[in-house]
Structures are given as C-alpha cells and as structure tokens.
C-alpha cells in the first residue's frame, strides 16, 4: 500500500510538473494564480478548477476556476493570464464559448501592462468591461541587475530610509513556518489590518496559503526584528522568474526605525541572488487618483522604483441573457456576500 500512495504521489508531481512548465512556457509574465501550487490552493474551497488549452495556433495553457454564483449559475474566471497579442482574442473567444460547458459568463483578467489595441481586440470579439477582482496598478521592482543599480532606480527617501534601518540595528531574517511563526505573523497582519482598515483574508485561509506555497518551495517568510521583537513580517511568493510580496504586516511600535523599509530591501537582495527578476510589490492606488485610499500605500511602494504600472482592465464574455445582470450587479452581489460570510467571494 504504501508503495502504491507513493507512485500516486510522484504522478502527481509529475502532472503539476508539466502543467507549470507549459504555463512558464507560454506566459509573458507567468504569475502563481496560473500555477499548480494556486490550483491546489483553490481546488479546497468553493471554486472547481480546471487545466484547459487555449490556444489556436499555439499552445496556450489556462487554468480555469469555476464557482456557483448564487441567483445566476456557474460563472467562470480567468486570472491572471499572460502572453496575449490583439491577433489572439478571436481564437481564444471562439475556444472559450465552444468550451463553457453551462456556465453563464467568463471574465478574464490580463496580467499584462494596459494596451489599448488589446484593449479593442477584446472589445471587437464581445468582451465587456467588467469589475476586477484583483488589483490594477502596482509597483514592479527590476530585480535581474545588481544591488547597486536597484538602489540606484529608487526614489532618495527609500535609500534614506533603508540607512536609517541599518542605523538602529534592524534585522531582516528568513523564517520557518512553523506554528509559532504563523501566529506571529497572522497577529501582525490582524494588527496592520485594524490600523489601517485594510481587508485581509481570514486566518486558515492565509496558513493555507502560506503552507501550501512553502511546500511546493514558492513561499517563504521574513521577519525584521528590533531588539528582541519582531515589528514586521512578510510572505514572499514566487512562481518563476517572478514574485510577490503577497501577505506583509507590522506593529504600530517604532516606526522612526523604519523597519518594513529595510525589510523589503532585504527581500529585493534575496532575490535578486537567486536569480528572480521581477518583484510585483502588491496593490497601490491609482496615482492620479489623491483622493483614492491606501495614498501611505503608494508613497511607501513607489519609493522602491520609478513608475507605477497599470495592468489591463477585467473583461466579460456573456453566454447567456443573465451574464449582463451579473456584470452590472457583481459589485453588488460580492457587497451582499461579504456582509453575509464576512469573507471575500473571488
């Protein structure tokens, strides 16, 4: 028996093995919601998912989450996909109608910089504007060229700031997810959370992730001490020549020592020797927007790099009358679940 659970096992791997050499293949920038460590991840909750092939004439690999949406029926979502030209919508569209089984819509979210041709091939081929469940403008630091030319393409208060860290003797280690790690670092997420209002997914949800990314060694944890206490932490992931600062918090205690500034640059050093080249920094406002929320977000963010990069806008492919309704009520709807469930529907 046991031989037979691990040949089971090794399959497997093998299988989720080839499925991310496809994606990493295919994908201008291939991101972990595309991954087989994302599909282990989501295929525990309430969304089926499902390795489809694309493409027309090429190989074009796409995993596809599907959930039930209550009052509408089965709706389906692309994430985070990447390596499409305008040539590409017609084929991709024809595929996902003839492939959608019952479901009533498909929205689909490019993880490539805003195009406005690729922006009208959607158009031209029926897709509409839809509401996006994952952020829009974030801040990518170039992490493929050496620590001096990092720091060179910061902003003065980020270089200032990571001195002033060094000054006081901030650490910035890597760390187990070990049982005592995580509740540390889910207390200083629920600490960040209360200050700043932020939304953060619940607690067996984010060890769920954390473990699962560590497992497949596309995760990995930091702290940046000060003394003896820990005051910010980070989960880093990666999928790739890619990563994510995809979970962070800290204490309201010392901020003058500027810790979460040298905790990034440590994690920026990391990866940079291990030969990552790009680190996506998380969501931040539209810079054009003063009044929009998270502006403390984007002035510690941007600091790390030049520009703000804006990705693409959600769009919806409507297979049925009720895919309109949807669209235009699916703030509302995920509103209503958040104030039911208390948790995030996407």
């Not at 990092?150 to 910035?172: F, P, T, Y």
């Not at 980070?234 to 790739?240: E, K, L, M, T, V």
Request: glycine share 8%.
């Amino acid at each position: 028996m046991e031989g037979i659970v691990q040949a089971a096992q090794s399959q497997s791997q093998q299988v989720a093995v080839a499925w991310d050499d496809r994606v990493l293949a295919t994908h201008s920038t291939p991101h972990f919601m595309q991954s087989s460590t994302w599909e282990a991840v989501r295929s525990r909750g309430h969304w089926h998912v499902h390795r489809r092939g694309l493409g027309t004439d090429r190989d074009y690999p796409v995993l596809v989450f599907e959930r039930l949406a209550e009052g509408f029926g089965l709706f389906q979502h692309l994430p985070r996909v990447s390596g499409l030209e305008p040539a590409d919508i017609g084929g991709l569209t024809d595929r996902v109608r003839a492939e959608r089984g019952t479901a009533f819509a498909t929205k689909i979210e490019v993880h490539q910089p805003r195009d406005e041709a690729l922006v009208e091939a959607f158009l031209a081929h029926g897709w509409l504007p839809a509401k996006a469940s994952q952020y829009r403008h974030t801040v990518v630091v170039d992490t493929s060229t050496s620590e001096e030319e990092i720091l060179a393409n910061m902003k003065k208060r980020a270089r200032a700031e990571i001195r002033v860290a060094e000054r006081h003797g901030v650490e910035v280690r890597r760390a187990e997810l070990d049982a005592a790690n995580r509740t540390r670092m889910i207390d200083l997420v629920r600490e960040t959370e209360e200050r700043s209002g932020a939304f953060f997914r619940g607690d067996d949800y984010l060890e769920s992730v954390w473990e699962t990314f560590a497992a497949d060694d596309r995760g990995q944890l930091y702290f940046a001490r000060y003394g003896d206490e820990i005051v910010a932490g980070a989960f880093i992931a990666r999928y790739g020549p890619n990563a994510w600062y995809k979970d962070g918090g800290s204490t309201r205690e010392h901020p003058q020592v500027m810790a979460s500034r040298l905790l990034q640059w440590r994690i920026i050093c990391d990866l940079a020797s291990d030969g990552v080249a790009r680190y996506e920094l998380g969501h931040v406002p539209p810079p054009g927007e003063p009044d929009a929320p998270g502006q403390g977000i984007l002035v510690f963010k941007s600091a790390f790099t030049r520009d703000v990069l804006e990705y693409m806008p959600a769009f919806q492919l409507s297979h049925e009358e009720r895919g309109e309704a949807w669209r235009v009520g699916e703030g509302a709807f995920l509103a209503a679940h958040r104030e039911r469930t208390g948790d995030y529907w996407y």
